[in-house]
């Protein structure tokens, strides 16, 4: 029996620049500035690009998601939505706390 393929949808501009911005462009998970990152589909439906569908990891923790078989426990969704969520709420608080600091 032959895995049916999924179809991918492209995540517009604007979706990809607001999760990419409200992530500081940095991975939910590892949260190390400056590596390159992709936008990852948290239910692994490609044509799902609803914004609460959708989290910012680095290429080896984008990976993690990936890992089937073996030894190896696989980042699951409850994982990296919680990851996100976690992470989305202190970028939102520095830049609070920035925004503060320069008023004072």
């Not at 949808?9 to 500081?24: G, H, K, M, T, W």
């Not at 490609?46 to 073996?70: A, F, K, M, R, Y």
Request: net charge positive.
């Amino acid at each position: 029996m032959s895995k049916q393929k999924k179809i991918r949808i492209p995540v517009p501009s604007n979706v990809d620049a607001e999760v990419l911005f409200l992530s500081n462009h940095t991975c939910c998970k590892c949260r190390e500035l400056g590596k390159p990152v992709q936008i990852h589909h948290i239910d692994e439906d490609p044509s799902n690009n609803d914004i609460e569908n959708l989290s910012v990891l680095c290429l080896i923790c984008h990976n993690e998601t990936q890992v089937s078989g073996g030894f190896g426990k696989k980042l699951k969704a409850h994982e990296v939505i919680k990851y996100r969520d976690d992470w989305l709420a202190r970028v939102k608080y520095r830049r609070d706390e920035a925004d503060s600091i320069a008023i004072r």
